[in-house]
């Protein structure tokens, strides 16, 4: 009875949690380099009085091998995150068959961190020694601190972050397309960069719940110093 009574309470609460917080954070991870590097890399050759039809090749090229190169980097790390998970899990398996007297005494450990005292986790402990698979569960998440990665992970990490490159790195590349002189691009590209780094700094805030103003200006801030030094650096070296 007690048990239908929470489960019906749990039915009418709702909770309001974001909860595509990976790919948040791989979509942030893709645009912002994604709107950074080629917008550092048409600047800087910008600075070196290239033409925008010059620019606007190294820069596809640059967006095409740099998403390539990220969603890669995001796919290994997600592969290995998953690979580790499964070493700990084969290595946390075994202990409970070899030792599960000390597995045993670590629930009991962990439990009373939470200032559970011994007469009341000693029935969670005998519970979780009669169901192996839940006292694995247990372990891993509560020892370890690891939860069971989505076995897709790998793909759409790398997927994600190389289209959120590409979709990024499009933008400072716009004006190259329509304007000729490079001297003359460079500053709708600055412009229309600072107000896209500006719009994803401000999403990004909200997302992860930070302040969205303070978001907006700093990765603007990064983006324009980012530019600021390739566009320096090309006019010194040309110098």
Known sequence: MAGEQEKLLLDEHKENHFTAGEIVRDMIIGVSDGLTVPFALAAGLSGANASSSIILTAGIAEVAAGAISMGLGGYLAAKSEADHYMRELKREEEEIIAVPDTEAAEVAEILSRYGIEPQEYKPVVNALRKNPQAW???????????????????????????????????????????????????LASVAITL?????????????????????????????????????GMAKAVQG
């Open 136 to 186: 694995l569960d247990f372990m891993m998440k509560f020892e370890l601190g690891l939860e069971k990665p989505d076995p897709r992970r790998a793909l759409q990490s790398a997927f994600t972050i190389a289209i959120s490159y590409v979709v990024g790195g499009i933008v400072p590349l716009i004006p190259y397309i329509f304007i000729p002189v490079a001297s003359k691009a460079v």
């Open 195 to 231: 107000i896209a780094l500006f719009v994803f700094g401000f999403a990004k805030g909200y997302f992860t719940g930070n302040n969205p103003i303070k978001s907006a200006l700093q990765t603007a801030l990064i983006g324009a110093v980012a530019s600021a030094a390739a566009f």
